[in-house]
């Protein structure tokens, strides 16, 4: 035993943990990037199980998460693309919609000549 250095031991373990923060943050991220949500301190915490905190503290980490994030806020969102439907695609879309209701107008209008038809079948028999 006099051979054992706890200041060593000690710094292997801080090592061992620190790495297995990184590795949790990272994949959090991947995770976070292929499900297409918001990347920030809170879902990357939440997401890798490490405390924000830690995220703070751990200045590589820190600079991703804020670096994705600004990255992030500048894409637009799903919510804006849709927001900019310009005049033309909204004519498109209505001339779309009214040729698709004419045609379940006549669909309609052919199935009650079909049902008169029917009920006449129906009232011969009587």
Not at 38 to 65: C, P, Q, T, W
């Amino acid at each position: 035993m006099a051979n054992y250095d706890r200041t060593a031991h000690l710094k292997s373990i801080h090592e061992k943990r620190k790495a297995n923060t990184l590795e949790k943050v990272d994949q959090a991220i991947k995770r976070l990037i292929r499900a297409n949500k918001g990347i920030n301190f809170n879902s990357v915490s939440e997401e890798s199980g490490v405390s924000k905190a830690s995220l703070y503290n751990h200045i590589d980490i820190r600079e991703r998460i804020e670096s994705l994030r600004h990255q992030q806020s500048k894409a637009p969102s799903q919510k804006q693309i849709k927001h900019e439907m310009n005049d033309a695609n909204k004519d498109v879309l209505i001339e779309a919609l009214k040729r698709k209701i004419k045609e379940l107008e006549k669909e309609n209008k052919e199935l009650r000549e079909q049902m008169k038809k029917v009920y006449a079948q129906v009232y011969t028999k009587l």
